[in-house]
């Protein structure tokens, strides 16, 4: 069973997502709450996933995903927003959130992001992803840096993190590689100690930034 916690300050969005996801297999929300409560919560009933929005009057978003972060084992959390385009999609990223979801999400949508957050891939709204790429990460040039951390990597692992970027999970990166699924995990333990994150999403945005991903549709691969 998948735990979730909610964590909104609208009371409308709490109830929406809490009924999607309480209907879904394997999925059940411990609680939904404001802003205020998110950090109690989270050491009072342990979930596996939060789901945290990114703007609420009471308390910054980003100010509880750092909270939620140093915890010694901290929940997968994934950032709400309204907009497409919220100027914080990239810090929220880089400061350890596993996805980031819009909040007209498909209901039907929802359980499988929820899932994929709780497999420890990372979630990215379709539209979401574009505006990381295209807005925040200056796409049109490699980051120097970014090169200099994909350098670290063996062969190997830099197949294992282009697969990650493309948001396999463990398994099917197995199987396209042909490894197991433990010798996978071992990979990816590599990969994210090599470039410096801690989060899948993190080295997914180095590989982007490092230019190791194929150039999304009608782009130019040069």
Do not use: C
């Not at 950090?39 to 009471?58: G, H, K, N, Q, T």
């Not at 830099?158 to 990650?164: E, P, R, S, T």
């Not at 990979?187 to 994210?192: D, F, G, K, P, Q």
């Amino acid at each position: 069973m998948i735990r979730v916690l909610v964590v909104d300050d609208e009371a409308l969005v709490r109830m929406g997502f809490s009924h999607i996801l309480d209907a879904a297999d394997g999925i059940e929300v411990v609680a939904a709450v404001e802003g205020g409560e998110a950090v109690r919560s989270v050491r009072e009933l342990a979930p596996d996933v939060v789901l945290l929005d990114i703007r609420m009057p009471d308390v910054d978003g980003l100010t509880v995903l750092a909270e939620l972060r140093r915890m010694q084992n901290p929940p997968v959390i994934a950032m709400l927003t309204t907009f497409d385009t919220d100027e914080y999609v990239a810090t929220a990223l880089r400061s350890g959130a596993a996805g980031f979801l819009l909040k007209d999400t498909d209901p039907e949508q929802l359980p499988h992001l929820v899932r994929t957050l709780a497999e420890g891939s990372p979630a990215l709204s379709s539209r979401i992803t574009r505006t990381v790429v295209d807005g925040f990460l200056d796409a049109g040039g490699r980051d120097p840096s970014a090169v200099r951390l994909a350098g670290r990597l063996t062969g190997r692992e830099h197949a294992v993190l282009v697969l990650m970027a493309e948001g396999l999970a463990n398994n099917d990166i197995g199987e396209r590689l042909h490894l197991s699924t433990g010798t996978v995990k071992g990979h990816v333990s590599a990969v994210l100690g090599k470039l410096e994150v801690s989060s899948r999403v993190q080295a997914a945005l180095i590989a982007e930034r490092a230019g190791l991903l194929a150039p999304a549709d009608g782009e130019d691969a040069g």
